[in-house]
């Protein structure tokens, strides 16, 4: 299955449920991607730990590193509302600088994977960069 997807979905359903904060295996990349949400204020904190539990109910096993990310909320209503996988396995795209535009007129978020690492739309059209277009989130 697609991680990257798992996590935004994992996010997207723990905002909506009124979750404090979501867990998920850890990876550098799931990382990258939670700090680009971090700097552009759609998670709180990011932290990594050890699954000290046996088997837990998300499938990690004893000892792994998993991810804990803080969801935030505006007026007891979430930030994250939806999310939009662009790039997948099976199909990636790619966005030169020129073809990077905002997300629901500014108010969402373009995450990309550039040669400068993760990026947010607007850092990418800055570091004047384009890259594959992993998911798009309001």
């Not at 996010?11 to 850890?26: C, D, H, Q, R, T």
């Not at 700097?39 to 088997?55: D, F, P, T």
Request: aromatic residues 6%; proline residues 3%; charged residues 30%.
């Amino acid at each position: 299955m697609d991680s990257i997807s798992n996590m935004i979905i994992i996010m997207k359903n723990g905002s909506l449920a009124g979750k404090e904060a979501v867990f998920f295996p850890y990876s550098k990349i799931k990382n990258a991607i939670a700090e680009c949400l971090k700097k552009e204020g759609y998670v709180g904190s990011i932290s990594k730990k050890i699954s000290a539990k046996g088997e837990s109910a998300s499938g990690e096993k004893k000892n792994q590193p998993i991810l804990e990310v803080g969801l935030i909320y505006m007026d007891k209503k979430p930030k994250i509302t939806e999310v939009e996988r662009i790039s997948k396995q099976s199909r990636r795209v790619y966005f030169r600088m020129k073809d990077i535009h905002s997300v629901r007129n500014g108010s969402g978020l373009l995450v990309l994977s550039t040669p400068k690492g993760i990026l947010s739309g607007k850092e990418a059209r800055k570091e004047q960069v384009g890259g594959e277009a992993l998911f798009r989130i309001w």
